[in-house]
């Protein structure tokens, strides 16, 4: 069959099983958007900016587990996907953006808004392709889905000059490919006998988990051998948080009774995870006194950061799923009992403003909402990573490898419409200033989500490292000067604002803003020296975690 290269790219979306897709439109991408708006099958996501574009394909992707989509135009379009695609390449998002660009003939000429896009994103995705023979274009967008969700997954650009989206294309529909996942490379013996062998063991799971949609895997193996599971930010939802085995989070602002557990346990199962800087932070000192065994789907990251004693390289839920049927289960439940009297002994430190984070986070938690929870990046995301009541896997949108300000709003939106559920957005002032044009996108569609602005009028994160480590030099973090009243914001978008400054006044503000069907801000006024703890300071270990504020006098300047 015969069709316009736009045309066929519309058809082998819908045959790979893409219904939403994001994006802003332009001049050299126009006849793609021309395309999509006689396809009813595909509904259109128009957001306010490019980037905000690209982080809704990825909350749309990590709250649903499918390939998110994003398509922009030339140039300044395509650069504006740019930081979005480097953050689904560190988080492991499947994502395909799909660009247009000038026609052929005319690449390499300096053309209006023509830029290198696939060499631009090279290095950020896992494979990008340029199509400048019309035969090759079916073909493309085929193996960009295929590539996107196999193996590790992650993003894959598709560059399409305009000439190429105009030209007639042969398409007939395929079947989709099933994702390649590779045969486990390793002779599982080693681990075995490393886990029959521990009297102490304890899992330390990441974002694999999800991937591989391996949470139910991960829980059986846990209770086998009868062993705590630590997360990382990006494994948070794996283990739902009430359950006997959630030990907390791993890392730098990771739960005291995690790093306890870890010096505690004389086996750390590494499943789904990569020993990042951010929980390893000494690598040389990281689990000295304990055996290792690196479970992973990407051989690249075995023995990258830190050394295993044995490691297995495949899926994560494949390779659990073994294990639990070939190690005999544990009768010791030290770990677990140790975890249990941790858990009554180690609190989180409380706040210390007029208005606690904590109360506000407990509070939305607490009433147990089926909702979608994104942040952006900052204390913010980290009270809500130690605090959030986590209970259904992929419930938690955030930005984990790149850390990125100006994630939160379009993930949000993106995980909503991929759910059908409510949102809740958790922001700070200085990411809110970075994304808030995107409530033009949540009130048009009518988004049933609640945005809470953690406002402290500072860079609170960096503010917190300048104190603890850079002698109060307070450099570009303050913004007392800012005069945005985020109420009057949230009204000028056609949103409802709420005000909260104190403990006592936030269940009826929270109960109120979580009680609209469409979109509400609330401006929480909370302290500028407000601490994210317990903290491992940068380069050290387990075992110099702060746990409290006193504790920050024996931090040098």
């Known amino acids: 069959m015969k069709v316009k290269g736009a045309t066929a790219i519309c058809k082998c979306l819908i045959e790979q099983g893409a219904t939403t897709v994001f994006g802003y439109p332009g001049g050299q991408i126009i006849d793609l958007f021309d395309a999509l708006y006689a396809e009813k099958e595909i509904t259109q996501i128009l957001t306010s900016h490019e ?38 390449y560190l988080d492991s998002i499947p994502l395909v953006a799909i660009t247009g660009n000038v026609p052929v003939h005319l690449l390499g000429r300096d053309s209006f808004q023509e830029v290198d896009t696939a060499g631009i994103t090279m290095p950020i995705t896992k494979h990008n392709f340029i199509v400048k023979d019309e035969n090759q274009l079916v073909d493309a967008v085929r193996r960009a889905f295929y590539i996107a969700r196999s193996d590790r997954p992650g993003p894959v650009l598709i560059d399409v000059p305009k000439n190429i989206q105009q030209a007639l294309v042969d398409y007939e529909p395929l079947p989709v490919a099933p994702p390649h996942r590779p045969p486990m490379q390793a002779d599982v013996t080693a681990a075995v006998e490393l886990i ?11 974002g694999g988990i999800l991937a591989s949609d391996a949470t139910n895997e991960l829980m059986a193996f846990a209770k086998h051998i009868k062993a705590p599971v630590a997360l990382t930010v990006m494994g948070l939802t ?96 030290e770990m677990l009992a140790f975890l249990a009297e941790l858990k009554k002994t180690d609190p989180l430190p409380p706040c210390r403003g007029k208005l606690s984070p904590r109360t506000i986070i407990d509070y ?19 009270w809500v990573a130690q605090s959030y009541k986590f209970k259904t896997p992929r419930s938690f949108l955030t930005s984990g490898g790149l850390g990125t300000m100006g994630f939160g709003m379009g993930a949000a939106i993106g995980g909503a419409l991929g759910t059908g559920k409510r949102a809740i957005l958790f922001t700070g002032d200085g990411s809110f200033h970075m994304n808030m044009n995107e409530l033009a996108t949540a009130t048009r569609l009518n988004i049933p989500l609640t945005v809470f602005v953690f406002d402290n009028r500072t860079l609170g994160m960096v503010r917190q490292w300048q104190t603890l480590f850079y002698g109060k030099r307070y450099s570009s973090t303050d913004l007392d000067g800012n005069k945005t009243d985020f109420v009057k914001i949230a009204e000028a978008f056609g949103a409802k604002g709420y005000r909260l400054t104190d403990d006592k006044d936030a269940p009826d503000i929270i109960d109120a803003a979580l009680g609209e069907n469409g979109v509400t801000v609330v401006d929480c006024a ?32």
Request: proline content about 4%; aromatic content about 4%; overall charge positive.
């Open 364 to 382: 939305v938690s607490n009433k147990g909402l089926d909702a979608v929870v994104a942040t952006d990046v900052g204390q913010h995301q980290m």
């Open 51 to 88: 980037q905000g574009a690209a982080h809704a394909a990825e909350g749309y992707a990590k709250a649903t587990g499918k390939v998110g989509v994003v398509i922009a135009t030339s140039g300044p379009g395509a650069t504006n996907l740019v930081t979005g695609i480097a953050d689904a």
């Open 196 to 206: 029959q062998a521990a009297k102490r063991p304890m899992i330390y799971a990441g």
């Open 238 to 333: 794996s283990v739902p948080t009430d359950s006997p085995y959630y030990a907390g989070m791993i890392g730098m602002h990771g739960h005291s009774t995690v790093a306890k557990l870890v010096e505690k346990a004389d086996l750390v199962i590494a499943a789904g995870a990569r020993f990042s800087d951010r929980v390893a932070g000494n690598r040389k000192e990281f689990c000295k006194h304990a055996k290792i065994v690196h479970i992973d789907i990407d051989a690249a990251e075995i023995d990258k950061n830190v050394k295993a004693d044995a490691h297995i390289r495949g899926d994560v839920g494949t390779v659990l799923k073994l294990l639990t049927r070939v190690v005999a289960p544990k009768q010791n439940d």
């Open 526 to 557: 909370i302290d500028k020296d407000e601490f994210v703890l317990p903290m491992i300071p940068p380069g050290k270990g387990m075992k110099d975690i702060i746990t409290a504020l006193d504790a920050n006098k024996k931090e040098k300047a």
